[in-house]
């Protein structure tokens, strides 16, 4: 499956941003979100599973983000009050059925390009 996913852009603190993902084709996916800031390890957002129930989210996202899914096809990130820590390239993943360890980058198979999200103080 290929993963296209958009939105991204440059935004003030306190501000919301949506990001979308689209995969090329419907089948059983889990969908998902990391995000990697320059020098940092890729650290998982949040998702959906294949069979609708969600992933736990980061802790620094919580009560801030939410991934929502409008089919077994497009996935989206909606971000509110954004903080300059939120600054990072944000990264659409799949995996066929569920990833083994939802937080580990190996353990989903599927990645889209990437969108830059920078959030300016």
């Known amino acids: 499956v290929q993963l296209q996913a958009s939105g991204g852009g440059l935004v003030q603190a306190g501000d919301s941003l949506r990001l979308s993902c689209a995969a090329s084709r419907r089948s059983a996916y889990s969908m998902g979100w990391f995000r990697q800031a320059p020098g940092k390890d890729r650290e998982f957002v949040g998702g959906?599973?294949?069979?609708?129930?969600?992933l736990d989210y980061a802790d620094s996202v919580k009560g801030r983000f939410t991934v929502s899914r409008d089919n077994s096809r497009s996935l989206t990130l909606q971000m509110n009050n954004l903080r300059p820590e939120d600054t990072a390239v944000y990264y659409c993943t799949a995996q066929l059925l569920s990833p083994s360890s939802a937080k580990l980058p190996s353990a989903w198979g599927y990645w889209g390009q990437g969108t830059l999200v920078t959030v300016s103080s």
């Open positions: 959906i599973m294949y069979d609708g129930s969600s």
